[in-house]
């Protein structure tokens, strides 16, 4: 068994997706451990004890499991790329958790790409808008990163694939095999032919909605910058600009209508500090680097980010990475308790929040670990968590 098989099999298996990129992380500690030893191993891994043990059983069938994966990959026309692997993008390498398998149709490519996201409830003026934005990037030579959900994502995707030369990529919130959203097949083939469709989510994924702002950070992540058209005031189109922040990335906002809905999200990112996006012209001047085919370096914005729906100014983040709170309702269940528990701006190790809500520590570890996949909390050294 060798380290890419195991990699492909964990992802595959039925491991939390939490879990999962914290062992693919760190394979070295644990692929020869044993069940005796996983109860001490499982803390200072930062996984749940019951996740460990998965992996562990799952560890001896990880041959036959990633030859099957293959298989079927191979049948959708699609191969499996993992994080040990050349063809993997580096820049995905600057998350905190990066996904440690994609499945891949298409070719990624290494050039510039800018995000380019918003709502699915599209507007005339969003439509016009993103067609003018995204079709002037992909005649520059740049490649249009977006969701490949309906209305905005999808005519980002439509507008670079009208230029000859232009290069998309989709990324999915589900398995490759899914047609999602449905009746999306042909556009699916078109992208994959003019660049790539990309998921972290294995065979047979079904569509759910935890994923998709899992999905929105490798959106962040794969672009040099992040272009939201139209979003209210809660929407997933802010949780990429928050990503892409948070990476070091810069943020456009198009500004719209103070009377629309779907202009509240977007002038909200202007007035907290994000890059007016007039013309095409504003991206691209911004991007000397990319025009000359060079990566953007990861650096941390020189600019106020915007703050999460409900979040106080604060100053840019440092290069680290550390997630920030989500434009989305606050989680609930355990994952809730977990949360409000956690005081902002105090670090907690998991024992006292353990206390502090009366559940056991494995239980509380994997709540946090789902917290920080999602953006809501991030993890320090020792291990100890902070809002």
């Known amino acids: 068994m060798d380290e890419r098989e195991l990699l492909i099999a964990l992802n595959a298996g039925a491991i939390s997706r939490a879990a999962l990129c914290r062992l693919a992380a760190d394979t070295a500690r644990w692929r020869v451990a ?114 490949f959900a309906r209305g905005i994502d999808s005519a980002a995707h439509r507008a670079a694939l009208t230029i000859a030369d232009g290069r998309t990529v989709a990324v999915l919130g589900c398995g490759i095999d899914v047609e999602y959203p449905r009746g999306s097949t042909r556009l699916a083939a078109e992208v994959a032919g003019h660049g790539a469709v990309i998921t972290e989510f294995p065979l047979g994924c079904r569509p759910l909605p935890w994923q998709f702002p899992i999905r929105n950070r490798v959106i962040a992540a794969l672009a040099a910058g992040t272009l939201v058209v139209e979003a209210a005031q809660k929407s997933g189109s802010l949780i990429t600009a928050h990503h892409a922040l948070e990476l070091g990335r810069d943020v456009y906002a198009v500004p719209g209508r103070i009377f629309d809905e779907l202009s509240l999200g977007t002038n909200a990112l202007m007035a907290d500090g994000a890059l007016v996006a007039r013309c095409p012209e504003d991206i691209l001047d911004s991007l000397p680097l990319a025009l000359q085919g060079e990566l953007f370096p990861t650096r941390p914005s020189a600019r106020k980010r915007p703050a999460a729906q409900g979040e106080p100014d604060q100053a840019p983040p440092d290069p680290g990475g550390a997630p920030s709170a989500p434009a989305e309702p606050a989680p609930t269940g355990v994952a809730g308790q977990v949360f409000e528990a956690l005081p902002a701006g105090r670090e907690q190790t998991a024992e006292d929040i353990a206390g502090r809500v009366g559940l056991p520590v494995d239980q509380v570890l994997g709540s946090l670990l789902e917290l920080e996949l999602g953006g809501w909390v991030r993890r320090e050294p020792g291990p100890v968590y902070v809002r």
């Open 34 to 147: 044993d069940e005796h030893t996983a109860d001490s191993l499982a803390p200072r891994l930062g996984v749940p004890r019951e996740q460990l043990r998965r992996a562990l059983k799952l560890r001896p069938r990880a041959p036959e499991i990633a030859a099957r994966e293959l298989e079927r990959a191979a049948r959708q026309d699609c191969r499996i790329i993992t994080r040990i692997d050349a063809e993997y993008p580096r820049r995905l390498c600057d998350l905190a958790l990066p996904p440690p398998v994609l499945y891949c149709r298409g070719r990624l490519g290494d050039g510039p790409a800018i995000a380019v996201v918003g709502s699915r409830k599209m507007s005339p003026y969003g439509r016009e808008a993103t067609e003018l934005f995204a079709a002037r990037l992909a005649a520059a030579g740049i490649t249009v990163v977006s969701g």
